[in-house]
Structure formats: structure tokens, C-alpha cells
């Protein structure tokens, strides 16, 4: 009897692991390529995003499941908003993460939940309730307390104000993000993978002329010729972070159907906490108590608006399931019996007038007038 939820927890657990262990490789051989080559993040994350549609198209051969979509242009002007705010944020998701320390990441984007309520409001012109906006309230607190200017921080590892207005924007964007999401799915069939490859696709097309303006390309070709760069960081993290960049949409994808709301939320604090040390253990990033003290209220702040958002889906489906069972109830409910005509009575308007005894149970399907005998047979003759 104990097997099935083992086997339950072991699933959840695996895919939970699987969705951190990617997300913490994408961030630190991103930094780890970005400290190598900071002159080409464009072309950096142009090559991961022909690497992610290149292993769309393997996972389209290998297993009839996954269904890519055909180049329609109808198709393709319908999403040009929400495949331009993807690759906006994601340009200034990568320059802000080249600008700033690893562990410092989260704080720098630490405004992401807060712009994610407020682009929802506005979207849906609707107003929070007030447990979610103390919930953004003490996040954004926590975002200050991290970026506010500190004497045992020094001068260079300080973050500059151009970083700070990076994660700002990568922030935003990702809010837009997260709306435009719902309203472009059925354009793509409600397929999330058709909308991964229409992202990504789209994101390169996008992104290919900016790279060439950038002038990434030839300043690669003098980076080859330098003997004092070694372009194994950059070919190799090209590469890892283009798989696990498929990865990590996959395993999106499994935690919406295997974890709940309250796992995500702990994977994401022990995500957040593991990414800090390793940030102070492999870049030997500065911790100091203003900035783990933010990290802390952040997480705190997010964990409240998730538990917030548990709830009421608790509560949602408690009163959806109830309104089920009445219905139920009053369909299976036997229904009551037409009197006969010999169960019926007459029943004197007179009397119900005067507010007499008014019949109940069996009695209460009754004629409240009827046809004398001597009117009926007179009429009968």
C-alpha cells in the first residue's frame, strides 16, 4: 500500500532536482562564459538559442509526442509581441548577469515579483488583494536592502547603477513575459513546446542583426587570433548552456504537471540559497549581511505570495467540489410524485383567504378549484 506514494515522491523529488540542477548550471556557465568573453554576449546567446531549436527538431524525430508547428506568417505576426518582449529580457537578463556577481543575480532581479503583480493588475484591471500586496511590499523592501550602498562592500565589487537598471529591465520584461504567455498559447494550438520553438526561432531572427551591428562576429575572429584568449570556455559553454537551456524548458514543463505550488516554492528557496554559496565558493563572490539579509526577506516575501496563492486555489477548488456534489445530490435527488386524481382534494379559496390550515406533506399537490358535479353534468347533457 506504501509503494504507489513513494514512487509519487520519488517522481516529484527527481523532477524537482532535475529543474534546479539545470537552472543552477545555466546561471554559473553563463557567468563563467561571460567572465571569459565579456565582448560577446549577443552572440552568446544567439548560439544557445540555435542550439535549443536545433534540439527541438532532434526531439521531433526521435518521438512522435512532440509536434512542431509549420512557418505560418499569420501565425508568426500574431506572436511578434510576446517573442520581442522574450528576447528583450533575455539580452538584458544575460548583460545583467555579466555585470554583476552570481550570488548577487537574484537581488539584482529582485524586483521581478513585484512588476509581475503590477503588470497583471494593470493587464487585467484588477486590484490585489492586500496579503499580495505585503507580499510585494516586503520583496521590494528586500531589494533595497540588497542594493543600498554599503562600507564593507568595496568600491569594485559594488554593483553600478547601468547593472541595477539591467535587472530592472530583465525584470519587467519577464513580467510582460509571463502575461503575454496566456494570450499567445492559443495561436499555437495551446502547445507549450509549439510556443518554445516559435520563441526561440523568433528570439534568433530577432536577435541575429543586433549581433551583427554589435560587431560580436569579428571581434570573435580577433579573439581567435589572440594567443592570451582561450576560447574553450566559450565554445564548451555554448554548448552546456544551449543543452541545458532544452533542458530547463523541459523541465519547466514537468514540474506544471508533476510539483505543486508549495513544492515549487521550497525548490525555489533552497535554488536560491544553493546558488549564493556556490556563487561565493566558485567566484569567490562577497557575502556580506546587508546582502544575505536581502536574499532572505526576498525569498521570505515570495514564499508569502506563493502560500497566498495556494490557498486560494484551496479554496477555489473546496467550493468548486462542494457545488459539484449539490448538483449531484439534486440530479440523483428522486424527484416527487404526481398525485393521482383520486389523491387529489378540493380546497375552498374561501378558506385559504382567511389563512386556515393550508395543506402540507401529502397534501400538498392539491386543485384549488374545481368544476361542481351539477355544472359538469349540466354541461355533459
Known sequence: MASPPNASNLKVAAVVGFYMSAALVMVFVNKAVLNSSPDLPLLFLFIQLLIAVALLHVSALASTKVQLPKLDLIVAKKLIPVVSINIIGLVFNTLCLRDVEA???????????????????????????????????????????GVAPSKSVPVMAAPSL????????????????????????????????????????????????????????????????????????????????GVFGFLLC????????????????????????????????????????????????????????????????????????????????????????IPSQSQRQDVDLETLERGDRVPKDDEESVVLWQIPEKEEKASSS
Not at 111 to 133: D, G, M
Not at 271 to 283: A, K, N
Not at 295 to 321: C, D, W
Not at 325 to 330: I, L, R
Open 103 to 145: 550570488s548577487f543575480f537574484q537581488i539584482a532581479r529582485g524586483l521581478q515579483l513585484p512588476l509581475t503583480i503590477l503588470v497583471s493588475s494593470v493587464n487585467t484591471r484588477s486590484t490585489p488583494s492586500r496579503k499580495v500586496i505585503t507580499a510585494a511590499v516586503i520583496v521590494t523592501c528586500g531589494f533595497f536592502l
Open 162 to 241: 547601468i547593472s541595477l537598471f539591467y535587472g530592472f529591465l530583465s525584470s519587467l520584461f519577464i513580467a510582460f513575459h509571463a502575461v503575454l504567455i496566456k494570450s499567445s498559447l492559443p495561436h499555437c494550438n495551446n502547445s507549450t513546446i509549439e510556443l518554445a520553438w516559435w520563441t526561440n526561432v523568433g528570439s534568433a531572427v530577432m536577435l541575429f542583426p543586433f549581433v551583427i551591428l554589435n560587431g560580436e562576429p569579428w571581434r570573435l575572429q580577433e579573439l581567435i587570433q589572440s594567443s592570451e584568449w582561450t576560447g574553450n570556455v566559450f565554445m564548451w559553454g555554448c554548448v552546456v548552456t
Open 250 to 337: 523541459v523541465a519547466g514543463l514537468l514540474s506544471i504537471k508533476v510539483t505543486s505550488p508549495i513544492t515549487h516554492m521550497f525548490s525555489s528557496a533552497a535554488r536560491s540559497v544553493l546558488q549564493t554559496i556556490l556563487g561565493v565558493w566558485i567566484f569567490n563572490d562577497l557575502l556580506t549581511v546587508n546582502r544575505a539579509s536581502s536574499i532572505l526577506v526576498i525569498l521570505g516575501g515570495t514564499m508569502y505570495v506563493i502560500s497566498i496563492t495556494r490557498l486560494s486555489i484551496f479554496r477555489a477548488q473546496t467550493i468548486l467540489n462542494r457545488f459539484y456534489t449539490w448538483v449531484k445530490s439534486t440530479e440523483s435527488a428522486p424527484r416527487p410524485a
